[in-house]
C-alpha cells in the first residue's frame, strides 16, 4: 500500500516556476535562448575570486570553515551600509542582514509580513520570482496599475484599502525592472513615495539591477527617500556572479530582529565562506573597476537586439530601449498570444519567456521578455532574426479583423 | 510619526535561539564554554578546500558562478545517492535534494507537511533548532514519551491521534541526538517503524552525526526501513566544515517536486560553487580516510570529559557516555534548576546549554548539555572542574529536605 503524505495548504499555491519549465525546453542544443535572466559568465571574476578563496583559506580557514552569526560576516556588512551610503542611503551595518540570494530576502520578508489571505500590491507586469515567493504565505495578491514610469502613483490609496483589508505592502523593482526593463524616473519616485507615505503603505525595494546603468545612474533609492517605511533588497549576483547566492537586506530597525529570527529558522547562516571570499574580493574596490566593464559589455548587447529588433520585426511591435539591465520587453500586435508563439519560435530554434508569466492577476497576453545578456551580440542578431520570422509568419496567416 | 509595520501572525511565534543568546554572554574572553555546538576546526580539512577551490575555480569557473538547477549539482546527488547506498539505503539521485545547510531542510519540511494548528511530534529533550524551523508553520508541537533509547513505541499510537487531529510526522534524531548524545538501537528503530506505519505517521529523520561513531556504526536508519513514509536530513557539516551551508534531504517520490519549489521559492538554489567544491573534495574518497580522523579526535574528547565528570562532578549527577556525536546530557540532583545555575556557572568560567531549551513543553529544568568537541581535552579538564566546583557550592547551599 502507497504510504499518503498530506501536505499542507499552502502546497497548492507553490508551483513549477514557469521560467525554469521553459529552460529545461530551451536548453537543448542548437536553440539560441533570449529566455533565461543569466548574466554573461564573461562577467565572472573568476581570476579574482581564486586569488581570494585561496587568500581566505589560507588565512582564515577556521573562521570561513565554521558556523557564524546569522546577521552576516560583519565586514561585509560594513561594506554594504557604506557602500550604501555613497549612494545616498543612510544606513547602520546593524540593518544589514546577508542573505543566502535576494530571493531569501523576498522569502523572508513575506514570511515577516504575509498572513493568509492578506493583501500585497504588485506592479504589472512583476518579477515572477517574488511572487514564487510570497506564494507559500498564501495572500492575495492585487495589482497596482503601472505604465511606463512604473506604477502610477494616483493608485495606490485605492489599491492599498480596496475591499476593507489593508494590503501590507508594495513590492516594486524600480531600477530596470525584471521582466518590462523600465526604470522610475525622479518625480516618480517621489510621488509614488508620497503616496505610500500618505496611505501608510510600506515598500519593499529589489534592486538587483540599479548598478547595470549604460550612460547614467538611476535616481535615488525608494529607501533614500523613505526609509522607516521601506526594506530594501540588493545583490551580488548581477555585479560578480549568482552561483554564489550572495544578497543582503536592509530592513528598518523597528523590523530587523524578526526578520533575522526568520533568517535563523531558514537556514541559520547565509554561507561565511562565501561571504568572506566577496568580501576579500570587493574591499578594495574591484566593483568600482569591475562593474563598468560590465555596463559597457551590456550597453553593447542591448545596441544589438535594437538594431535587431528594428531589422528583423513586423511592424506592429513596440518597445522600449532599456537604459540598463538585462531585459527588452516587447508588445506584439495584440491578436498574437506569445505563449502559443513560444513553441513555433522553439521549432525555429529561438526560446524567449512569454509575458503571461508576469502577471499576477491579469496577464497581457501579446507580451514577451527577452533577455539580451546571456547571448553574444553576433547570436542576437541571429535569434531576433529567428523571432522575427516566426512573428512574420504568424502575423501572415492570422486573419485581420476588419472594422 | 514613526511607521508601524503590521507583521504576519507567524512572527509571535519567531523567538530568538535560546542557545545563540547564551552563546553571545559565554564568547566573552576566559569562559570556557562547552555550550556551542561547533565542530572543532582542527577537523576542517582546509588545504583539501583550498586545492579544491583552486581547480574549480580554474576548470569550471563558468558554472561554478553561473545560476544553477534547484534539485542541486548532479554528481553531488549521486555521490549522495551512492552514499546512503552503502549505508543500506535504497536511493535514487532524483529523490536528492541539495540544501543550504540541513537547517533549510528542516525549514522545507516543515513549510511543506505544517498548517497552522496542525500538529507534530517530538522527541524529548529534541534538537532546538528544529523546533525554531517548524514554528513559522505556527503547529502544535507534541512530545512522544522518550527513554534511553529514544521515542518509545507503545506511545505512538496514542499521540499521533491525540486530541483527535493527526499529527503530520514525527521528527527524531537516532543517532548520538542532539542534545542527549543517546543512539537508538535496532530493536527500538524496527519497533519504532512498525508503530509508525501501524499509526500512519510519517517520519522526518534527522542524521548529522551518525558518521561520527567512536566503536560501532549505529543501526541502519529508519529510512532504510520504511522509505515511502520517511524524509531523511543529511549535513556536510560535521564531516567537513558547517560554514559551507551544505546539507540534503532525501524524498519519496510522492513529496520531491513539491519539496523542490518550496526550495526554489526560498532560494533557487544552494551555492553551486560550495557544491562543486565538496564534490571535488570528496569524489575520490576523501571522506574514508578523513571522517576516522575526525572519529579518533572526538573519541579521545569523549573520554577526557567522562573522566573529568567522574572526577569532578558531585554525587547525584548522572549521564550516559555517547558512544558517538558531540554532546554529554547530564540529569542534576532534582532540585537544581539549570538555568538558574548558568549565571554562577559562567561567574566561574564555565558555559553550558540548560536542557530546558530542548523540551517542546515540559522542561525537565535539572538537565544541562555539554559538548565535548569545541574544547580541547585539557580544557574540557579545567572546564568541567569548574563546573563542579559551582554545582557542589550551590547544593551545599540548597536545604535538603528530610523525609
Not at 542544443?29 to 564573461?42: E, K, N, T, V
Not at 543612510?90 to 520578508?109: E, H, K, N, R, Y
Not at 514577451?368 to 531576433?384: C, N
Request: net charge neutral.
Amino acid at each position: 500500500m502507497t504510504f499518503a503524505w498530506q501536505l499542507a495548504r499552502r502546497a497548492d499555491r507553490m508551483n513549477p516556476s514557469i521560467i525554469r519549465e521553459i529552460l529545461k525546453v530551451t536548453e537543448r542544443p542548437g536553440i539560441l535562448s533570449l529566455a533565461g535572466g543569466l548574466p554573461s559568465p564573461d562577467t565572472f571574476p573568476a581570476e579574482a575570486m581564486r586569488v581570494a578563496a585561496d587568500k581566505v583559506l589560507r588565512e582564515a580557514p577556521r573562521e570561513a570553515l565554521q558556523y557564524a552569526a546569522s546577521e552576516g560576516y560583519a565586514p561585509l556588512r560594513e561594506w554594504v551600509a557604506e557602500h550604501l551610503g555613497r549612494q545616498g542611503m543612510a544606513v547602520s551595518p546593524g540593518q544589514v542582514l546577508i542573505t543566502t540570494g535576494s530571493q531569501q530576502g523576498l522569502d523572508l520578508c513575506g514570511r515577516l509580513l504575509l498572513d493568509a489571505g492578506s493583501r500585497v500590491l504588485v506592479e504589472t507586469p512583476t518579477y515572477l520570482g517574488a511572487l514564487q515567493a510570497f506564494a507559500p504565505n498564501e495572500p492575495q495578491v492585487d495589482e497596482v496599475a503601472s505604465d511606463d514610469d512604473g506604477p502610477v502613483p494616483e493608485a495606490l490609496a485605492e489599491a492599498t484599502t480596496r475591499g476593507g483589508d489593508r494590503a501590507r505592502f508594495l513590492y516594486v523593482l524600480p531600477n530596470f525592472q525584471n521582466p518590462s526593463g523600465r526604470c522610475m524616473s525622479e518625480a516618480r519616485r517621489a510621488a509614488l513615495v508620497d503616496a505610500a507615505q500618505a496611505a501608510g503603505l510600506p515598500l519593499l525595494e529589489d534592486n538587483p539591477y540599479g548598478d547595470l546603468w549604460f550612460d547614467t545612474p538611476p535616481a535615488p533609492t525608494l529607501a533614500s527617500r523613505w526609509a522607516e517605511g521601506t526594506v530594501y533588497l540588493g545583490s551580488f549576483s548581477k555585479v560578480l556572479a549568482p552561483g554564489l547566492r550572495l544578497g543582503y537586506v536592509v530592513a528598518p530597525s523597528a523590523l530587523y530582529p524578526k526578520l533575522l529570527q526568520a533568517k535563523q529558522a531558514a537556514d541559520l547562516h547565509t554561507p561565511v565562506f562565501n561571504q568572506r571570499l566577496v568580501h576579500e574580493v570587493i574591499r578594495e574596490g574591484f566593483l568600482d573597476t569591475h562593474v563598468p566593464t560590465i555596463r559597457a559589455r551590456y550597453a553593447k548587447h542591448r545596441d544589438a537586439m535594437e538594431t535587431a529588433l528594428r531589422r528583423h520585426l513586423p511592424s506592429g511591435c513596440h518597445w522600449t530601449s532599456p537604459q540598463g539591465g538585462m531585459f527588452f520587453w516587447l508588445t506584439l500586435p495584440s491578436e498574437i498570444d506569445s505563449l502559443a508563439l513560444l513553441p513555433l519560435a522553439v521549432e525555429a530554434g529561438v526560446a524567449f519567456v512569454p509575458g503571461a508569466a508576469f502577471y499576477a492577476r491579469t496577464p497581457q497576453a501579446n507580451t514577451l521578455r527577452l533577455s539580451f545578456v546571456t547571448l553574444a551580440p553576433e547570436q542576437i542578431e541571429r535569434a531576433v532574426a529567428l523571432l522575427g520570422g516566426v512573428l512574420k509568419d504568424v502575423l501572415a496567416r492570422t486573419p485581420v479583423l476588419t472594422p
